[in-house]
């Protein structure tokens, strides 16, 4: 249930940015473009700050990439 509500959160977020950016007068297709590759950039940045704020948990490299092993929220 935590990633359909993560799902649901952004597809509710890009809505509402696309609603507000053909308020303002600005093409909602931007906000639609750059959605994906800012949804990959925040996992990235999301396990590098898990990574960051505790290093000590890793051992090796492969740990530190196994995002199947959590650390990603």
Known sequence: SYGLLLVIGF???????C?????RGHDPNI????????LVWSV????????LLDPGQFNSFYDMIR??????S
Do not use: Y
Request: glycine share 6%; proline share 3%; aromatic share 8%.
């Open 11 to 17: 597809a509710v977020a890009v809505w509402h940015a």
């Open 19 to 23: 609603l507000e950016a053909k308020r």
């Open 31 to 38: 906000i639609l473009d750059l959605s994906v590759p800012l």
């Open 44 to 51: 990235l940045a999301c396990r590098v700050l898990f990574i």
């Open 67 to 72: 995002i199947w092993d959590g650390g990603l």
